[in-house]
């Protein structure tokens, strides 16, 4: 199911945990970007419960806090995006993401929440960093953990910005290899 970046009325909840409820084969679940506002966390977990081949999941603005059991049923996981990080950088690092874990995006997310990724770091091939709010220097601090990283989303505010992340990641290229 894919809506990103669609516009939508939405009434209720319901029709999330009608899905969850009866749906077994769903292997992506993409709203990420829309207004949809109405998520039960009691309903992303049945979906990772009741569907084994969900791969990819992006979802709006909920606390990533809350989606620890998400993440558990959520054993085929490849890809996620969204979330928000509201609460003090230290109780991140309770989440433990799926093992399978290989594309992330990491919406708002700060210096302070980043050490959440980086036990993950090593295994990522796809970061989207588009939508985090950190500086270059963090940037670097967090693609310098991602050796197996293919393809990097990222914005950059002015030019030396993306000048001097683009020269930090040859140097990496130059010296892994």
Known sequence: MFLEESSLVENDGDWLH?????????????????????????????????????NSVKITDCEV??????????S??????????????????AISLPAKLSRLGLTYI????MPMVFPYAALLKKLDLLYAMLDTEDHCTLI?????????????HNFFSLYLLTLQILAMMFWWS
């Not at 806090?65 to 959520?74: E, K, M, S, T």
């Not at 700060?110 to 929440?113: G, L, S």
């Not at 310098?144 to 950059?156: D, G, K, M, W």
């Open 76 to 93: 085929a996981l490849e890809e996620f995006c969204g979330g928000s990080y509201n609460e003090e950088s230290e109780k991140y690092s």
């Open 65 to 74: 806090l809350d989606l620890v059991n998400f993440f558990r049923y959520a």
């Open 144 to 156: 310098q953990r991602c050796p197996n990283l293919e393809v990097l989303e990222a914005s950059f």
């Open 18 to 54: 009608e899905l969850a409820l009866n749906n077994t084969v769903l292997e992506t679940l993409n709203f990420y970007l829309t207004d949809i506002a109405n998520v039960r966390i009691q309903d992303l977990e049945l979906i990772a419960r009741n569907c084994p081949n969900l």
């Open 110 to 113: 700060t210096k302070n929440e």
